[in-house]
T-cell receptor, first 114, second 111 residues
Framework: DAGVIQSPRHEVTEMGQEVTLRCKPISGHNSLFWYRQTMMRGLELLIYFNNNVPIDDSGMPEDRFSAKMPNASFSTLKIQPSEPRDSAVYFC????WGLGETQYFGPGTRLLVL | KQEVTQIPAALSVPEGENLVLNCSFTDSAIYNLQWFRQDPGKGLTSLLLIQSSQREQTSGRLNASLDKSSGRSTLYIAASQPGDSATYLCAPETGANNLFFGTGTRLTVIP
């Protein structure tokens, strides 16, 4: 199995631009998670999906952030418009059934907003 | 909101030593707690998951304990190796499907 796949691995953009991060979970996993990691705040859970349905998006920082999971093998995290304080590493993870299961993380997308 | 503290923030030990990483959390109403490892430039790897009804879990040279009532967990690494060098994060899961991460302990094992 290829594990959780994220793209792009690095993204540099200018303030105000739209950013789309992509994730492919492990095949057969029913839960998908988006995390953000910064030096100041550490690792934070932004949103997670069960069977393609968003279950808890209370970690999404503001309306500029949105996430979708149109099917079991693909999810996007979009930031529009992006701001410099959004600069962070964004991780996607998947698990079989939910938070109580072992999560498998992707390599992350390092985002820099200038 | 759950607050997770990990002590020490950084630890450097010679190869072969046994060591303990500490994690404390403010909300003891947790469902489980996971320990993760993060290598530079890579994602996280789940090491151990302890259910709230368990006291400890073991995997190879790793042993994690959980004292839910006091809001503490420890990760014990036996016979440390240079390959253990990484940042270790603990993450308790509380109700409402929330997973909170500590800021981690950066471990360096010196050959």
């Amino acid at each position: 199995d290829a594990g959780v796949i994220q793209s792009p691995r690095h993204e540099v953009t200018e303030m105000g631009q739209e950013v789309t991060l992509r994730c492919k979970p492990i095949s057969g996993h029913n839960s998908l998670f988006w995390y953000r990691q910064t030096m100041m705040r550490g690792l934070e859970l932004l949103i997670y999906f069960n069977n393609n349905v968003p279950i808890d998006d209370s970690g999404m920082p503001e309306d500029r952030f949105s996430a979708k999971m149109p099917n079991a093998s693909f999810s996007t995290l979009k930031i529009q418009p992006s701001e410099p304080r959004d600069s962070a590493v964004y991780f996607c993870a998947s698990s079989l059934w939910g938070l109580g299961e072992t999560q498998y993380f992707g390599p992350g997308t390092r985002l820099l907003v200038l | 909101k759950q607050e997770v503290t990990q002590i020490p923030a950084a630890l450097s030990v010679p190869e072969g030593e046994n060591l303990v990483l500490n994690c404390s959390f403010t909300d003891s109403a947790i469902y489980n707690l996971q320990w993760f490892r993060q290598d530079p430039g890579k994602g996280l790897t789940s090491l151990l998951l302890i259910q709230s009804s368990q006291r400890e879990q073991t995997s190879g040279r790793l042993n994690a304990s959980l004292d839910k009532s006091s809001g503490r967990s420890t990760l014990y690494i036996a016979a440390s190796q240079p390959g253990d060098s990484a940042t270790y994060l603990c993450a308790p899961e509380t109700g409402a499907n929330n997973l909170f991460f500590g800021t981690g302990t950066r471990l360096t094992v010196i050959p």
